[in-house]
């Protein structure tokens, strides 16, 4: 079943277009990773799919239905967006935090629900012992999934993540996305490091000069042709050495080497 459709969507700013064209759809349960250089549109499209920004050309439909012609209010019951420029007050704690993805269900439900689905979300995102800390006094990759239980607590169809392991060691990078996979929900995500990308989506979109090179699975997207044309980096599959899985690896040429 088809949850998200941009038809033919573009985006125009001082006469500079940033999104050229651009058709895709996102299905139940689908993980679309959006990826591309630098200035390639991938925010932009981003923004764009949640409704955050009304496309020059085009449409976006939610469920079959114009996202320009549903509510703020509804779509907030539909979607859950987590942005890079994201910054809660320091000084709320970790649970009032979390509450204000209830703000959509307002009315909704008996406040114990509430909590109790709060509480649910802070417990699946490894934060629960954590909820009377503020939010100031937690770390990088604790606030990064402090913003994920926000979005969980707000129990949307889909959810959109803007480069969300952005400052974000290695690990946490992968064990954050590794997190969103668990949730069984919708996700669009703009990802910048590429050696993410297969583990954790189900499709993906290639931007690059404001348009969509590719859209497939990661084996038919993650190409060594395409990401050679996009990114001008090599990529190897490789066997994992003691695991019964596939690595695959992004290497920079070194084009300043000479045979010895």
Not at 183 to 190: C, D, I, K, N, R
Not at 210 to 217: F, G, P
């Amino acid at each position: 079943m088809t949850l998200l459709e941009a038809r033919d969507v573009s985006a125009v700013a001082n006469g500079r277009r940033l999104v050229d064209g651009v058709s895709l759809s996102v299905a139940a349960g689908d993980r679309l990773a959006i990826i591309g250089p630098n200035g390639a549109g991938k925010t932009t499209l981003l923004r764009m799919l949640c409704g955050a920004l009304p496309p020059s050309a085009g449409e976006v439909r939610l469920s079959g239905r114009r996202l320009d012609r549903i509510t703020s209010a509804e779509r907030a019951l539909n979607m859950a967006v987590v942005g890079q420029a994201d910054q809660p007050d320091p000084r709320l704690a970790l649970i009032d935090y979390v509450e204000l993805g209830r703000v959509p269900h307002a009315g909704m439900r008996r406040m114990r629900e509430d909590r109790d689905i709060v509480l649910e979300a802070l417990r699946r995102t490894g934060l629960l012992p954590l909820l009377g800390r503020s939010i100031g006094s937690l770390s990088g990759g604790e606030r990064q999934r402090a913003q994920l239980a926000r979005a969980i607590a707000q129990e949307p169809k889909i959810l959109f993540l803007d480069e969300p392991t952005n400052h974000l060691d290695p690990r946490a990078r992968g064990e954050l996305l590794e997190l969103v996979a668990g949730f069984g929900t919708s996700v669009v995500a703009v990802l910048h490091d590429l050696a993410l990308v297969a583990p954790f989506a189900t499709r993906v979109a290639v931007m690059n000069n404001a348009r969509l090179h590719a859209l497939a699975t990661p084996r038919d997207a993650l190409t060594q042709q395409l990401i050679q044309e996009v990114f001008g980096i090599d990529v190897f599959r490789l066997r994992h050495p003691t695991e019964d899985r596939e690595l695959t690896v992004f290497d920079v040429p070194n084009r300043a080497a000479s045979p010895s």
